[in-house]
């Protein structure tokens, strides 16, 4: 599905007051995922999930299916950066593993979307990654 040019631009005025870049981004994502982005296996309005649910950020009430969006400012390559590595190994092992979104944005907006279904994802190619500090 091809979206219209202005549909690919975030609505910057809803990160207004926020001093964290990683939150800013994180809300302008994830509200863009949640106007634009459907279930790719039944065409179904996805929904969000509220924040802070483990590796799923929405999910499909007609086909059941979860999913993670995982967005960053470069452009998409080998890795992506994640969250705690735990609950994303518990989460892809789990019954209700997700399906991941990847999207690359710049100047606040859409430059790629990729979808990746669940089946793709086993413990061996999770990294585990260095602790955040204490004052993360």
Not at 69 to 84: C, R
Request: overall charge neutral; glycine content about 6%.
């Amino acid at each position: 599905m091809i979206f219209p040019l202005s549909d690919l631009h975030f609505h910057t005025d809803l990160s207004e007051g926020y001093r964290s870049a990683s939150q800013k981004a994180r809300l302008l994502t994830e509200t863009w995922g949640a106007e634009h982005i459907f279930c790719p296996g039944c065409a179904g309005e996805l929904f969000h999930y509220k924040n802070n649910k483990p590796v799923a950020d929405f999910f499909c009430a007609s086909c059941q299916y979860d999913f993670e969006l995982k967005s960053q400012q470069k452009a998409i390559g080998e890795k992506v950066q994640g969250g705690a590595w735990q609950k994303m190994i518990d989460r892809i092992t789990s019954l209700q593993n997700p399906h991941f979104f990847f999207l690359a944005y710049q100047n606040d907006c859409v430059k790629d979307l990729i979808l990746v279904p669940r089946y793709f994802f086993t413990p061996d190619i999770i990294e585990k990654r260095k602790p955040l500090s204490e004052k993360a």
